[in-house]
């Protein structure tokens, strides 16, 4: 008899797992090289907390699949949705303590919760907030009420007295269905402390009433619903919609389709909201273990984990409601909540499951080139992470055009290698002024293969890139907005209405809220206000010391260039070579340097000004960041673009300063340099940032490995035989930002291809091939290194759409003033514009400087400007003026004609109003005649024989 408890017990059949009258010896479980005593083991026996190698004794199967010991009335494993971890400490009268708390009853843990002031220790104290979280969780203490009202039957003789406690009983069976979450204990015994592991499973029925409270929007078919859609459109509406429709698609053809199908809908299906009463009209009802993907049961139990109380209700204020795991996550009541991954990343391993699929249909290598599984990244990891990886895929597909572009415009330029001004510089024998304190004067000839190399990036087809680069970001951003919505639309939360927590961070005063009539916290507004303003004011000051630190670093080029010309013999071109080359690499040291100060800063700022919900909080955040960031990667190419152009190379208007002559233009212009300058931060920072990527969450998750120091057992293999939330859980965790990193850095990229285009026509080539390894590192840290997190519901990408269009806006001006003042082209159009040809040019562009009797660049004649010089002026603010209005004019215009939402999707969504009318309207003509019940899953849970 005692062999068939023990083996009931182990297999974990109903309830029988939490109790403690069918224990087996200590010596049963002992483990070799086990830190717990057996006396320990006992006692966590006592508590319901178990040793997996015991647990899972006769269904390890089931622990390498992520379920529980535990089985439904069916004899199915429950499977694990995620996991709570917390210690215990190994010292024996504190351990008591804590276990003690374990098996108390629920009416005890509240009294003791309910008292003001408590002599228990902290360890105690965030014991009894466990268990009471768990209690709630599980909702057990609805049971003690379905016991009384069936001792209340028996007794009663009174039948409509009977009736009465017949109906308490039901109405609370029915919360109980509701509420009642699955839960299982073990532990792993470390050197320096217990690791419990609280495993949770969500039932189908509370899953599908949270869903009706989420109001989550589900396929459903339009016959199923027995509404009707007519197709019947007008013979113009018909050719006109061909039309566009035919339009679009060649579009499409293009950007339509870059990031990777998202599987459409049917045309007789549509998503609708959740309602338990119409269960059966949804598509997949037929199969109600996968009514839901695992992504929306993961969010529907977070939800529920977010709400349920971890203490009473306080006796002198019926409003405060503590509740909330993050909450206890921050009080480090429990250390770890994370979901669990549904099996191996390899699929060499024993479980085939997305996870795996994913890893070898979309992680692999060998898939770089194919389009993104959509819907199922989706249906594991939510929209949010969903959302990113769609954007990543359409805007690496979208530089395909612009990089194959600007490599033509590259080398396009060895046409243009015999063009008479080359010719004329290379042949000349000018003396030209020495442009720094230690130079010498040099032969203009010196730069002759530099001033060849200048025209790889600029020639008249760089004026056209950035023409066609202004109007491609804009094309980009439309027609993303319209991908986006598409996409929005299929996974039902284009109308997303999520109210979000307070975040468990936020403080203030605590006061009732008048909409909820709860107790809330509230930050008073003119604290707010004046955080605000002292955080605004602190940023002003740090964008001014970034300034200040770039001016710097252009002080330290020039100290650079001064030690490299006095003691190198090489020419004044080489050296600026070397000084470029040096300089360069200490700007990517610095900028990596500064970008992470400036985010700790940032993250600081934002703590400090105790946002209350967390998309407010990501939004401050991001325009911190994006000021610091733009500034910091950008300051140093708009120095050189447009302040070092200024600088005279005249030797009787060189100011010295701290004995230095300022850095000035080089004889080939500074358009070469910003391509230095570009093609060594943006490639030097994408290789760091991805192998940044890579390597910190595997060093992270081998710290944890060490920390956690688990005592395996004598011969057994650590990946066979450690149950699965135990290897999770020392997995690198994503952190409370999410995906911020990753869009930041995709951000600065697309700065680094639009506001410069003109100056490196090869960036979207660059930005190309990192963004098709970013799309690989991106995923195999979703997917191999880091733990899985709760999935978020979102409709787009949020704050980062807006800062694209200001990036785009500011992308227009910068253009058009790098061709105007930066460039050659404006000088060399106006010079041959007026003479039919560049033969004369080198020749009007270097004045003559008698004192010295050398040569400087500068249309001027003894000293006065001339008539080319003047009609250059002109040519340059008309061009600013054309460009900028002309581009402007055509964004406006693409942004009104390229609508933001599908025409095809606005009609699914209008199908979708009529169908939910219909439904309505349905509804309320049955109501006489719907008295009889409908099988759901609820309803069958309600008769099964489960509690």
Known sequence: MDEMMEETRIDGVGDNLSSTSVLTSPSSIHRQNSSVSSSVQMKLNAAGIYDAHHLYKNCKKEMDHGRMARRDEKGNHYKVHCVLQYRLPLEEHLLDEILEVENKSYEEVTNVLSMATSST???????????????????????????????????????????????????????????????????????????????????????????????????????????????????????????????????????????????????????????????????????????????????????????????????????????????????????????????DASSKGRIVGTRSQLNNEWVAWKNWYRTQPMNKIRGYFGERTSFYFLWLGFYTRWLIAPAIAGLVIFISGFSLQDSPDITELC???????????????????????????????????????????????????????????????????????????????????????????????FYPSARRRRRYFITFLTVIVMLVIVILIVIGLVAFRVFIREVITEKSNASNQVNDLYTLAISSSILVIAIVSFNFLYNIIAIFLTDWENHERQSDYENSLASKVFMFQFVNNYASLFYVAFAKTSVTTRPDR??????????????YGCLIEITILLAVIMVGRQAFDNIKEVFVPEIWGFINKKRNKYVVRSGADLSESTPPWVKQSIMA?????????????????????????NAFPLGPLFALINNIFERRVDSI?????????????????????????????????????????????????????????????????????????????????????????????????AFVIVFEHAVFLIKYIVAVIIGDIPGDVIKKMRTEDYIIQRIVDKSLENDVVANHQVETPITSWRNSSLL
């Open 654 to 667: 060189m100011h010295e300063i701290f004995g230095y002559t300022p850095d000035s233009c080089s004889e």
């Open 427 to 521: 042949s000349s024998n000018k003396t030209m002024c020495k442009i720094c304190s230690s130079c010498e004067q040099w032969t203009l000839s010196n730069a002759c293969d530099a001033y060849r190399y200048s025209y790889f990036i600029d020639n008249h087809l760089t004026v056209g890139f950035s023409f066609f680069m202004c109007v491609w970001a804009t094309l980009f951003l439309e027609f993303w907005k319209r991908r986006q919505a598409r996409a929005a639309w299929h996974w039902g939360v284009n109308s997303l209405s999520e109210s979000e927590p307070q975040r468990p961070e936020f403080h203030g005063e605590e006061d009732i809220d008048e909409i909820t009539g709860l107790l809330q916290k």
């Open 121 to 343: 220790s902290s360890e105690v104290r965030q014991a009894y907030r466990r268990k009471y979280f768990e209690e709630q969780l599980e909702a057990n203490f609805l049971l003690k009420s379905m016991e009384q009202s069936i001792s209340d039957m028996e007794k009663e003789a009174d039948p409509e007295q009977k009736e009465k406690f017949q109906d308490d009983y039901n109405s609370t069976k029915d919360a109980h269905i509701h509420r009642s979450l699955i839960l299982e204990k073990e532990y792993a015994d470390g050197v320096h402390h217990i690791d419990v592991y609280v495993k949770i499973y969500c039932p189908l029925p509370v899953l599908l009433r949270e869903a009706e409270k989420a109001r989550l929007k589900l396929p459903v078919n339009s016959d199923k619903v027995g509404v009707r859609v007519g197709k019947r459109q007008s013979a113009n509406f018909h050719r006109m919609s061909t039309v566009f429709k035919n339009i679009s698609n060649s579009l499409a053809t293009v950007a339509g389709s870059v990031a990777g199908p998202v599987a459409e809908a049917s045309g007789t299906e549509f998503n609708l909201e959740f309602k338990v009463s119409n269960f059966n009209k949804h598509i997949s009802s037929d199969d109600p273990e996968n009514f839901f993907t695992q992504a929306q049961e993961l969010y529907l139990l977070s939800r529920m984990l977010q709400r349920r109380r971890y203490g009473p209700v306080e006796a002198s204020n019926s409003y405060n409601v503590r509740a909330g795991i993050h909450r206890l996550l921050h009080k480090k009541t429990y250390s770890k909540c994370f979901p669990l991954h549904d099996s």
């Open 781 to 877: 840290k979703q997917v191999r290194l880091f733990r899985r997190e709760f999935p978020f519901v979102a409709s787009n990408i949020g704050v980062w759409q807006q800062l694209l269009l200001y990036i785009s806006t500011i992308a227009v001006l910068t253009n058009g003033f790098v061709i105007a003042i930066t460039s050659n082209y404006i000088p060399r159009f106006v010079y041959e514009s007026n003479h039919n040809t560049l033969a004369g040019y080198i020749e009007e562009r270097y004045s003559y400087f008698p004192p010295d009797n050398c040569y400087y660049r500068g249309f001027e004649e003894d000293g006065q400007k001339t008539a080319l010089y003047w009609q250059i002026f002109t040519a340059r603010f």
């Open 733 to 757: 965790a994503q952190g409370k930002l999410g995906l911020f990193g990753e869009y930041w850095e995709l951000l600065i990229q697309f700065g680094f291809i639009t506001l410069f285009i």
